[in-house]
């Protein structure tokens, strides 16, 4: 799909979703792990942004590999990459060997793989996840060691042993190391076919971490997935959003804004006069702009922008709208009798960021993208 005009006349919000961006940043992870395969991981929609026109360009730009959640899922990505290999990272749900079969899934096992078998047969691949410190989902050490020693995994080989970090984020943190040690330790005993150990963050801990495949997820869509990223993120924006303004105001000093009145106008000091200039916003917490990236007198909420200069939320974000004070922007008298309602804020974008929207609302990235609501006029440019 091209960068097609489109007729957003009837948007609130607009949101831009750009796949060229997505490939440069698979390309960018793909030769950051060397020789290790670069898969994607497609879950929750691919992070919200869509598993029918992710999926497509991933796979042109060589992405062979995707992970998802639930079978639900694979059946998407199965649609959109018929030649994919699609791991299921819930495992196998019982009673749903169909699916698994019809679809080519392969289920990442964590203590079901007793069931697993007796419904494939023993003849479809599937991996096996080790528990090395998440105690989140996968197979004890003992389990596996118990399976190993019985033979069952020389009989039916996994495709894939894996393994997830806890604390890749933090680059220093000792579970990293422990974590490693232990998997590699366990992953001698056995043959598959192959390894995996590295999330996004985990690819940029280091050669150590890439074993024989990577599964990044949200630094695909351009999320920071180390905190060192925060700051500076080497993965090129993917999301863009823009909310209509649809009205503007001056508001005067000591006046609230918004619901409880969260925030109250200070005096500005415009010549004009110490009123300031508010516009009201046509996105709000039920297009998944989170309620908790407002403003209170107590409390700073996210930045916008408009013609890349930052301007800051003002008052709580309520569900259909946000408020903004352009009153310090260079070209907030443009607003004033202009016909704003042909002009659109930037609420994640090239000037203000995803994660800093996410750490404004005390959350991360990952939680932002998937909480993208249904309601914005979507486009997505630069297909390969
Ligand atoms: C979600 C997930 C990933 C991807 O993690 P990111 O931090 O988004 O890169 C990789 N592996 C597993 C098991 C996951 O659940």
């Known amino acids: 799909m091209n960068s097609q005009p489109h007729n957003d006349d009837l948007a609130g919000g607009r949101l831009t979703i750009d796949l060229g961006a997505l490939a440069n940043n698979w390309r960018t992870l793909n030769d950051l792990s060397g020789a290790s395969e670069c898969s994607a991981v497609v879950k929750a929609d691919a992070y919200g942004l869509g598993i029918e026109q992710a999926v497509p360009t991933l796979w042109k730009a060589g992405c062979r590999t995707f992970f998802v959640a639930l ?35 392969r289920p990442v096992i964590n203590d079901e793989l007793d069931s697993w078998i007796a419904a494939s047969g023993g003849t479809l691949p599937y991996a096996i996840q080790l528990e090395t410190g998440m105690n989140r989902l996968g197979m004890s050490i003992e389990t596996f060691v118990n399976l190993q020693t019985s033979g069952l995994l020389d009989t039916h080989k996994p495709s894939l042993v894996m393994s997830h970090l806890a604390c890749a984020d933090t680059p220093d943190h000792p579970l990293n190391e422990t974590q490693n040690t232990e998997f590699r330790k366990i992953i001698e005993l056995t043959y598959s076919e192959q390894t995996s150990l590295a999330n996004s963050a985990g690819i940029f801990l280091g050669a150590d971490y890439h074993y024989d495949l990577v599964r990044p997820g949200i630094a695909l869509y351009g999320g920071a997935s180390a905190h060192a990223h925060l700051r500076d993120n080497p993965m090129q924006p993917v999301i863009n959003i823009e909310a209509r303004i649809l009205q503007v105001k001056s508001a005067q000093p000591g006046a609230t804004v918004g619901y409880s009145g969260a925030e109250t106008i200070r005096p500005s000091d415009r010549p004009e006069g ?95 993208l998937t909480s993208l609501g249904r309601r914005y006029h979507r486009t997505y440019i630069n297909d390969l």
């Open 71 to 105: 079978p639900s899922e694979g059946i998407r990505v199965r649609k959109a990459a018929p030649e994919a290999t699609i791991y299921v990272l819930a495992g196998y749900l019982p009673r749903a060997i169909e699916t698994y079969q019809d679809y080519a899934l």
């Open 274 to 368: 110490n009123n300031r200039i508010l516009a009201t916003l046509s996105v709000g917490y039920s297009d998944g702009y989170l309620r908790a990236a407002g403003s209170a007198d107590d409390h700073q909420g996210a930045f916008a922008a408009w013609h890349g200069v930052r301007v800051p939320l003002v008052g709580r974000v309520s569900m259909d709208l946000l408020t903004v004070d352009m009153t310090e922007h260079p070209d907030s008298e443009q607003l004033l009798g202009d016909n704003w309602q042909d002009h659109w804020i930037e609420l994640i974008g090239p000037t203000v960021k995803l994660d800093e929207v996410a750490s404004a609302a005390g959350t991360i990235g990952y939680e932002l």
